[in-house]
């Protein structure tokens, strides 16, 4: 008899459910209560950290979360919406994995250490080494977009993927303070919401951090504290096609951009002030300007239960082709086509801690896509685009997409989006996360349940469960 | 071997030689460590007691104890908090702010909320002191 076979969700959801089951009769409900994490639960100690007296440590979660979108969309993608990118679809976004060695900033002794992590599940092809589009930003030619991390393990599956978005050795030079150094593949300390899933308040994302930012680099990143409220880093990076922004190891060697920052925090760390930037050669062909400036203010009040966030970023890439390009007729790569692209946009977050556990917060976000460059949805369909690699057609069909139709909404445009949810954590090392995002935009970017169709909003309703291990 | 898993293991290795060719036993917690811990013992201990007043003062030298601390020996502090990537900032931070819980706590006369909250702070301290 035949059966539907198992999707990659199912397989891990069963396996983990089945291990949870073996190991968890026997536990007492105060051990829930007080373990850190299900590996600790599971161990009945730390002992799962059996290199931790020597500073080695590993981590990890899962997981998954489910968007209503009431635009019911025909191509069921939430539109330029990515990570919780599927409507009405439960994804496994994160079954993650680090192993790490920190090392201690000193002016005394030299220190060693570095990081390696690992994801499964839905969020990979945002988070891959994807600096390399598939066609050169000025030219519209065919590039190779290297083979760190993407397709490893892509043509098998639409939306699940492998991502390696840090791989790096540390090092800490003892130089006045201590003056710590990374080599790699390693996470943009620009802005302010991070890939890592337990690490942000909400499911979904701000456009700024989907579409205004890079993800990862790969390069050189200094790190150093001139006093208890300054510091700053200071780095080059390498292996990419678009200023420097998620850099892969074999390709696009020869552009290396500049990346910097500073950061300010006040005695009591209720206050602090960040500004990092990129800039450099867009590509190791293409010397226009690729840069980035990020300014990202914390503040905390009422005994630190209320929580105020503002960004602003502004990004630049100079003689690119564009939405608003292409529009005038001109074809793809002639003067007409290319413009100087700006993306620039506010968002801004109020969280209130209601209990140790609960915590409810908004956001509110503007956005601009200027040109026409940045924001394209599904962003999933230019990620896994691939000209170089044998087994992708020649007409280039993406495999996450499998042809479903253009980007939309390639042009120039704002962007609104309001996101009000909670964040609830049962137990220590589980988080739950109910939200509602309201998005609006100066052109029809969300796809209605008639293909093809677009309107100006989108309302959608998502949650989604952290298990940490 | 398929090439994409070579790659990938020869992706772990790397990371994973040079995380362990820097492998060295743990570092002993500084003077002004063991004090701020012995001050965060002491004040849970007098939370647990009743003695609002005294746990207030004591709560309030460990805070300032740990501001000094971080004057004497500054650390990078990043705005992004991925997991696990600086666990001396993220361990300070968070006991900076569950000292300021424990004082409100301790002035509202919810002894007990402040003794949970001390021991959360000390907790914080231990992992800051360890890194």
Known sequence: MNRRPFTPFQQVAGWAAFSLALNLTPALAEEIEETTGLADY?????????????????????????????????????GPVTFGDRAGELQMNQLYAFVQKTVTASG???????????????????????????????????LNRGNYDLHLTSFDNRFYGLALPQAYVEMNLPVGNGLTVKAGHFYTPVGYEVVTA?????????????????????????NYAFDDN????????????????????????????????????????????????????????????????????????????????????????????????????AAAGSPGSRQNAEWYGINQYLMYDVLDNLGVGVRAEWFRDNNGFRVAGPARCPGSYNLSV????????????????????????????????????????????????????????FMTSTPGKFVDYQFTFSADVVITF | ????????????????????????????????GVAIE??????????????????????????????????KKPYVQGIKTESGINPKAAADQDAI??????????????????????????????????N
């Open chain 1, 198 to 222: 337990p690490d942000n308040f909400f499911y979904t994302h701000a456009y700024t951090m989907q579409y205004g930012e890079p993800f990862t680099h790969t390069g050189f990143l200094g």
């Open chain 2, 38 to 71: 012995k001050t965060l013992q002491q004040a849970e201990t007098d939370a647990r007691a009743g003695n609002e007043k005294k746990a207030l003062e004591e709560i309030d030298a460990a805070e300032k104890a740990l501001i000094e601390e971080d004057k």
């Open chain 1, 390 to 445: 044998p087994g992708d057609t020649a007409s280039g069909s993406e495999y996450a997409c499998q042809n479903t139709g253009p980007l939309y909404p390639f042009k120039g445009a704002n962007y609104y989006a309001m996101t009000a949810g909670l964040n609830y954590k049962p137990l220590k090392w589980v988080m739950v996360r109910p939200n509602f995002r309201y998005d609006f935009s100066s052109q029809n970017t």
């Open chain 2, 97 to 130: 702010k569950e000292l300021k819980r424990a004082k409100r706590d301790a002035s509202g006369n919810l002894a007990g909320d402040a003794a949970d909250d001390i021991d959360k702070a000390l907790k914080d301290v231990k992992v800051k002191e360890g």
């Open chain 1, 108 to 142: 005394d002794d030299f220190d060693f250490g570095g990081r390696f992590d690992i994801n499964y599940g839905t969020d990979s092809i945002f988070t891959q080494a994807y600096g390399v589009p598939a066609t050169d930003v000025r030219t519209g030619a065919a």
């Open chain 2, 1 to 32: 071997m398929n090439t994409n898993m070579l790659r990938l293991m020869i992706m772990l290795a790397l990371p994973g030689a040079a995380i362990l060719s820097g492998c060295t036993p743990k570092k002993p917690v500084s003077s002004e």
């Open chain 1, 42 to 78: 599971i161990a009945g100690s730390s002992e799962h950290q059996p290199l931790k007296d020597y500073g080695v440590t590993w981590g990890g979660w899962l997981n998954a979360g489910v968007t209503a979108n009431a635009n019911n969309p025909a191509d069921k993608f939430n």
């Open chain 1, 230 to 329: 300054w510091s700053a880093i200071l780095g080059t990076v390498t292996g990419s096609a678009t200023g420097g922004w998620d850099g892969n190891f074999n390709t696009q060697l020869n552009n290396w951009d500049f990346i910097g920052g500073a950061t300010w925090t006040s005695d009591e760390k209720d206050y602090s002030l960040n500004l990092t930037s990129t800039a450099g050669p867009t590509s190791a062909k293409d010397s226009d300007t690729w840069a980035l400036y990020s300014i990202v203010g914390k503040a905390n009040f009422l005994d630190s239960t209320l929580h105020y966030v503002i960004q602003h970023d502004h990004g630049f890439a100079n003689n690119v082709i564009t939405g608003n390009g292409l529009a005038t007729g």
